[in-house]
């Protein structure tokens, strides 16, 4: 699948450039005012109808390549997606592994938790006076 992914994406960017090419190789509708500083005679290579059709119709044919391939590789990539494993699902990752560790480790007991502690007394020893608490050492 990836060998897949990876020929579309090659022929993805190939057929990009050369629909780029294609559309500055042909001429606008302001052409004409062009035709008097010499690239009126470039028209000729391409027959006695200039290159309007053989142009126009290579860029079709390759807006639509560059459409299937778009829509086959959205396709791939949204199967891929759906074939990874997420975290919730039992995939084995690093960060599971790390959520495991701290499990097995015990809880702090309450009594040492700050939230229990009570609260100090805004007597003498509080030190400056003020509302804000004195913070242990």
Known sequence: METLQ?????????????????ILIQHGKGADAGAAFGSGASST?????????????????????????SLALAYISSERIREDKSLMQGGATSGSIMMDQQADKPA??????????????????????SDVPDIPQ
């Open 6 to 22: 990876t020929v579309l994406l090659v022929v993805q960017v190939l057929v990009a450039i050369g629909l780029i090419g294609i």
């Open 45 to 69: 290579v391409f027959g006695a109808q200039g290159s309007g059709n053989f142009l126009t119709r290579t860029t079709s044919v390759l807006a639509l390549i560059f459409l299937v391939n």
């Open 108 to 129: 702090a007991p309450e009594s040492d938790s700050p939230a229990n502690q009570p609260a100090p007394e805004g007597g003498e020893g509080s030190g400056s006076g």
